[in-house]
């Protein structure tokens, strides 16, 4: 079966280098490129493609992780999405997975596995580069700390750079109060400072 391919990546020289490298397969099919998120949900909606390669930092415009979002949440189901990016990290992986992403893959990854996950991708089966899973897996097995509405107030403010006295001030409770919760919330983020505190909450996203 070939497989028809929309590229989208904001890069003219990374689409003409996907698309030569593309052109080698027999078996994918390039219909089309788009160099924004904005391109490649019109393009997609004409051109009915199996895969969207998708990159996820797309410049101005909607980024990749909402045109993967609109491109998977149509009526018909829409085309798979195959993130093909430079980013890893579990903010970046999580996003693009929750958006509805078939799989995710690193720039670096070699041909052959690009082409297997295309395929893989065509036929709705998962297909991650080897630390994307390692990272999903880790995840799995260690979810996401559940904070308190107090405590994401707390993250919140600590985030803002605020001490001890001005989140109390803020939040119409004692110092020790803050103290307390703060105690609690290193402990579910596994940090012994304010810094750690924050860059974990930004990693996770739990800061809303």
Not at 90 to 98: G, M, Q, S, V
């Amino acid at each position: 079966m070939t497989v028809r391919i929309l590229l989208c990546d904001d890069h003219a020289v990374v689409r003409a280098g996907l698309l030569a490298l593309l052109d080698s397969a027999p078996d994918i099919e390039v219909v089309g490129e788009a160099g924004t998120g904005e391109e490649a949900l019109a393009l997609a909606a004409k051109l009915a493609p199996d895969v969207v390669l998708m990159d996820l930092q797309l410049g101005e415009g909607i980024d990749g992780v909402e045109t993967t979002r609109r491109l998977t949440s149509g009526r018909g189901g829409g085309p798979h999405v195959l993130v093909l990016t430079t980013y890893d990290t579990d903010a970046d992986i999580t996003r693009a997975i929750e958006a509805g992403a078939t799989g995710y893959l690193l720039k670096a990854e070699r041909p052959e596995e690009l082409f297997a996950a295309i395929h893989a991708a065509a036929q709705g089966r998962t297909a991650l580069s080897a630390p994307i899973a390692g990272r999903v897996m880790a995840n799995m097995r260690n979810p996401r700390p559940t904070l308190t509405d107090r405590e994401r107030e707390i993250l919140g403010k600590l985030s803002q750079g605020l001490g001890n006295r001005e989140i109390a001030k803020a939040l119409f409770i004692s110092e020790a109060t803050v103290k307390t919760h703060l105690g609690r919330i290193y402990d579910k983020l596994g940090v012994d400072t304010r810094a750690g505190a924050v860059a974990v909450a930004k990693e996770q996203r739990l800061l809303g």
